[in-house]
Structures are given as C-alpha cells and as structure tokens.
C-alpha cells in the first residue's frame, strides 16, 4: 500500500498549536470544576493505570489465563494481624473459694481479667513500587502490630496510613522498593459476565487464584458497609481474601475483594461482593493525602420510592429517593428542601434509589454546588444546593420499607411530654404513639411498631388522636400512606386494605 504525505503551511500549524493549548486550558479548568470531581482530587501517589480496558477476544488464551495471573500474584501479599485483648476470668464461685487457692493457688482462673493476643489474616494489593498496600479496613481493625508477607517470603512490618470504616478500606506502607504491582483498571466498564479472578490468601494457604464472572454490579443495602456499591461475582472467595485482588483479562485491579454471603459453614457459596476500584481509589488517595476521608453532605434521610410509594406521590414509576426527614439548619434545609420531596436527578442524572444518591453525593467535596430535581406534589422543579462537610458521627438512617394491609390492630395514644421524654424526640414533635401493634396485623407485617410516632395520615398533620380519628376515616378503605417517626427519625409507610 502507498503512503502519502500531507504538506501543512507552518502558519496554519502555529494556529492549531495555539487554539490546542488554549483549548486544554479551558479543559483543566472545567474539569477541574466539573461538579461530580472526587474530593481533593488526586493525590501525588505514582500508581499505575492501566493502558487497555477494551474487552479481550477468549480465543487469544490458547492454553488457559497463565499469562494474566503469573504477573499478577506477585502483587497480592499475605497481612497477618495481632492485637491484645482482655478476656473475661472464670465466673465459677468454686475456684475463688479460700480453701480452693490454698492447695491450687489461681491455676485454675479467676475472676480477674487477663491479657490473650487475638490474630487474625488477611490479603492486600501492592498498588506503588515503594510499597503502598491496598486491603480492607477489617483485616487491620484495632490491630497493634501489622505484618506483610511477600510472595518471596520476604516480611515487613507494616505501616498504617489510614482507615475508612464507611467503605471498608485501609491503606498500608512497608519500607521496600522495585515492588511488584497491579496495573489500576476502570470498574465502571465492567458488565455482568465479564471474567474476572479473585486473588488472595485464603486460611493462609498462600496466593491463590479463582475465576468467575461479575454477576451484578452497584449492589447495595446489603448492611455490609455504609456506603456500598458493590461487584457481585461466583468466583470462589473465602477466609483470608478480604483485602486481596479481583482482576479483569487485562490483569488490571477492578476490586477489593471485601464480603461473602455465607450459610451455615461460612465457606464460599457462589456470592462474593468486592468494593469496585474506581471507589477504592478515590477512598486511598484521599487517606494518603489528608490522612482521612471528608465527604459531601446534604442532611436529609432518603429512602427508596417503591411502586406503591410511587403512586401515592403521583409519580409515574418507583425511582428516585424519597425524602424521609430534612435535618434542622443543613444544606438541604438551607435551600428548601421539605419532607416528601422526591429527588429524581443529581446534577442531570437520574437517581436510581436512595442509596444511589448517598454514593454520589458522598463522593463529592463539601462547597460543592449541585442541582437537584425533585418532584414536589406533582411537579418537578430544580433546586441547587452547595453541600456542606459530612459530620464525623452522622448516621443513615434506615429507610422504612412499605407493607401492606390496614390500620386494624393499631391502638394509639396522644403524645404527651413525659412519653416524649422517654422516647427521647426532638422538642416540637407532635403526633400519636403507637401503644401497640396485632402481631396478626398488615400494620405490624409493614413494620408499624410500639413507641413509633404517627406524624402525618395521607399528608395530614396529626397532633392528637381526634385529627387521627379524622384523618383514618376519611381514607376510608383506601390506601393509607403514614410519616412515621421511628426512633427519632421520620420516614414514609404505605398500609394498603387487604
């Protein structure tokens, strides 16, 4: 084939030149400021990121995935832990006995407390030369001496950078160089069948490799962590790989291997949940740059908008996330954001759930401005909102999930102060206490509880059991939707008529 040159007058190159650079400059400041940037940005941590995602035609492997795991189980270390904890001496009266210690003196225990060394195992990912390990928060949690096996058997007494319990990462240092690593992959391009290997030290049998396939991606409200968004695979996970590698074909890092879905045995059972890198890495650099984690935060409690939720809000389908409870004098506050207003896009794209909006919001620097879509009785209207710094003891809350049946079975009483006093509400909290709730009833299957507070019946504020009464009859046999406040924190409940 011919080859043929084309010929360019420079003056017209100069102006190409030109308009690139201030093109690129325009482009660094808007990403700079673009509204989804992780918080702080990068951090100066030199890792390696990985040069080729595309997918890998199956037919190139001709005699099994050597090739992929051979460069990479050097990468994958062992982590052993120990700690001193105290353990409870022997209650029994018999060996305190005077008579006793005189002939057997305390071998045989006492009451008093005594020192015992915990150890526990665990996996980590080498992700820079001059060894920086990757592994989960659990492995390391509350450990005072920190040891790393190398593949060479080399062992280092390692360093804690820092820990995030929220999503299950900590970042370790040993003092080596020209260490083995693991190239950094893009987790969000993985798709459910893709192949994909789990490296680990599973009950410290040493590097070990399975394959399987990513079975779901963005698996949340597990109760694991609390902020989950996790990849869900079959490939064989057990005691001893949390921390460890989950790899593409490409053999670059897609994951952290976290979690298994034990029954019984707490052995492998085909579901095993890793934390996606591209979460993992935004967690470490912050941890490596400014010792911990800040994120965004808006001071409401959202749940998840449910078919039967989505038709007493006037929605046309479940998405979204409700919001159950706005916190006094927060950002959400701050820009009007009310009780019953569901959120159904951030920053121009759609909210999934209530835990899909926690993610991304948590992701995102305090000072951030962000629109918001919502939906308020029926129309939907923009709201911005300039996120402030998550407070170090803020909770989620559990977002109440909706039932089914009616009200029968449900006594109620008025609120008194003294009743608000023993359920510890907030002062001006107005509704009626549920006294108690038929065990046979549809309220007690929707989670209806003694002690829980009844705010609102379909959008009605109830202050006192007459404006219950009221409320009740005139839903009729209709659905009834209720704002619950459950241990001091409000959310939204359906009881429909059997």
Do not use: C
Request: proline share 5%; hydrophobic share 40%; no cysteine.
């Amino acid at each position: 084939m011919k080859s043929s040159q084309l010929h360019i007058p420079r003056w017209v190159a100069t102006l190409v030149v030109a308009a690139a650079l201030i093109g690129g400059g325009v482009l660094a400041v808007g990403l700079r400021n673009w509204s989804d940037h992780p918080v702080f940005g990068a951090s100066n941590l030199e890792l390696t990121m990985a040069r080729n995602t595309e997918p890998v035609p199956l037919g190139t492997f001709t005699n099994g995935f050597a090739a992929v795991l051979k460069p990479a189980l050097p990468a994958v270390v062992n982590i052993h832990t120990s700690k001193v904890v105290k353990m409870r001496g022997s209650q029994n009266p018999f060996f305190n006995d005077p008579m006793f210690k005189q002939f057997f003196g305390d071998q045989f225990g006492g009451s008093e407390p005594r020192s015992e060394r915990e150890r526990s195992l665990g996996s980590g990912v080498i992700v820079t030369s001059d060894g920086m390990i990757l592994t989960n928060n659990h492995v390391i949690d509350g450990a005072t001496d920190i040891k790393v096996d190398l593949s060479d058997k080399r062992e280092f007494q390692a360093k804690l950078i820092g820990s995030d319990a929220k999503t299950d990462i900590a970042v370790l240092k040993i003092d080596a160089t020209n260490l083995p690593t693991l190239a950094i992959g893009d987790s969000s391009k993985l798709r459910v069948g893709d192949l994909i290997f789990a490296i680990g030290e599973p009950y410290g049998l040493g590097g070990t490799a399975t394959m399987g396939i990513v079975s779901a991606t963005g698996r949340g409200d597990l109760g694991i962590e609390n902020y989950e968004d996790f990849i869900q695979t079959d490939a064989a996970i057990n005691p001893g790989n949390s921390g460890g590698a989950m790899i593409d074909l490409h053999g670059n890092l897609i994951g952290v291997n976290t979690a298994i879905l034990a029954e019984g045995g707490g052995g492998n059972q085909g579901i095993g949940f890793a934390i996606p890198i591209n979460m993992a890495r935004a967690v470490m650099e912050q941890i490596v740059a400014h010792g911990k984690v800040v994120r965004g935060y808006l001071g409401l409690f959202p749940q998840d908008v449910t078919p039967t939720l989505a038709k007493q809000f006037g929605l046309p389908q479940a998405g979204g996330a409700l919001v159950g409870e706005v916190s006094p004098d927060t950002p959400a506050a701050r820009a009007g954001i009310k009780r019953g207003d569901v959120i159904l896009q951030l920053n121009g794209q759609p909210v999934t759930s209530a835990n899909d909006l926690r993610l991304h919001i948590s992701q995102l620097a305090p000072g951030t401005n962000v629109k918001l879509q919502i939906s308020r009785d029926g129309k939907t209207q923009d709201v911005s909102v300039a996120l402030g710094e998550l407070p170090e003891k803020a909770e989620a809350a559990k977002a109440s999930e909706a039932g089914s049946g009616g009200l029968d079975g449900v006594d109620v009483q008025e609120l008194t102060p003294d009743i608000a006093e023993q359920l510890q509400l907030a002062p001006g909290t107005r509704g009626v206490v549920v006294s108690n709730v038929d065990p046979a009833s549809a309220a007690a299957a929707a989670d209806l509880q003694r002690g829980d507070v009844i705010q609102e019946v379909n959008h009605k504020p109830v202050a006192n059991i007459e404006q219950y009464k009221q409320a009740l009859a005139s839903a009729g046999k209709q659905s009834v939707l209720l704002l619950v406040n459950h241990q001091g924190v409000t959310g939204y409940m359906v009881i429909e008529p059997r």
